[in-house]
């Protein structure tokens, strides 16, 4: 059964970015990856793509021809897409069940906040997967089954908007917003950790952004900005919707630190419930004993002096 990881996330998050280290790790301990551009507006790729929706319906096509803006054409090709999901199930079932996808997503926030489309799709393959479940040749498509998930949405933030209390509020809402509409398993990620130094300095440790701790603390800065004390109530409102559903927490990721993938990877296949084989571990191990060879056998090494001290307590 196919696993995949559908990558959300607004303009500037990293998607792309991403999308081409998260296949270098991967293809680096021995994954079979590819990744579907599903962005039809992105011309640039850091990777080379497998599966390209611009094969299928081109953003600047539609603009011109519909008379529509980016956003309107945005929200027609995905439709598009809906309608014509055939050709995606035709393209991805070119590939064996074991195979691993990276879903490269459009960063328009209403296509995964409230727009039903994208939710449509993967709701559209389940359905051909439960049709098709005596035959090996569209079995793939069963990897948006919930039960169990073969598939996560991954949603991405810039850890810069942690700098700016009106922005955190609002990328914990764009985040719940994602989780409750595409109802799938989720992992959020504040990307370019590496470079939270360059920005303004934070007035939290980042472990009460990690863990989206008590954000009374964030309305009390925004209420020390005289535009924002007209929103106090609604930034409250906001803030209490977040809270009550206890569901949005953060990891954070580097995407040029091996090790920081590697730590982002562990929890999309906890949450996608993919199981690495012993190849995969055996290149893992090799790929960080070359990399950090005194260090990983250390903590390799203390790991098991914890065990054996608890064992004689």
């Given at each position: ?26 293809s680096?301990i ?7 551009n ?20 081109r ?48 960063g ?15 709701n ?13 040749v569209?079995?793939?498509v ?46 959020n ?26 954000l ?98």
């Amino acid at each position: 059964m196919a696993t995949a990881q559908l990558v959300l996330g607004p303009p500037g998050s990293g998607k792309s970015t991403y999308c081409a280290g998260m296949r270098e790790f991967l293809s680096s301990i021995g994954r079979k990856v590819s990744v579907v551009n599903l962005d039809p507006a992105n011309e640039s790729l850091p990777y080379k793509e497998d599966i390209n929706i611009t094969d299928l319906v081109r953003l600047e096509e539609v603009m011109e021809r519909l008379k529509l803006g980016p956003n309107g054409g945005l929200v027609y090709c995905m439709e598009y897409l809906e309608t014509n999901v055939d050709w995606l199930v035709k393209d991805m079932a070119v590939k064996d069940a074991s195979h691993y996808y990276i879903i490269d997503c459009p960063g328009q926030v209403e296509l995964y906040t409230h727009h039903s489309s994208l939710r449509n799709i993967t709701n559209r393959l389940k359905e051909e997967g439960m049709k098709a479940s005596e035959g090996f040749v569209f079995f793939f498509v069963l990897f948006v089954l919930s039960l169990p998930p073969q598939v996560v949405s991954v949603h991405l933030i810039d850890c810069e908007n942690c700098t700016d209390p009106s922005k955190f509020i609002s990328s914990l809402l764009v985040s719940l917003s994602c989780m409750l509409q595409i109802e799938l398993p989720h992992v959020n990620i504040l990307t370019k950790i590496d470079l939270l130094s360059k920005y303004k300095e934070l007035p939290f440790d980042i472990d009460y952004y990690t863990d989206v701790m008590d954000l009374s603390y964030l309305l009390s800065l925004l209420s020390d900005e005289s535009f924002f004390n007209r929103y106090k109530k609604l930034n409250e409102a906001i803030i209490s919707i977040v809270e009550d559903h206890s569901l949005v927490s953060f990891l954070t990721l580097s995407i040029q630190d091996k090790e920081s993938v590697h730590k982002v990877s562990t929890e999309i296949d906890r949450a996608s419930g993919y199981i690495m084989n012993q190849d995969e571990r055996d290149a893992l191990t090799s790929s960080f004993l070359s990399s950090y060879p005194a260090e990983y056998q250390y903590m390799k090494n203390m790991g098991v002096r914890e065990k054996l001290t608890e064992n004689k307590d």
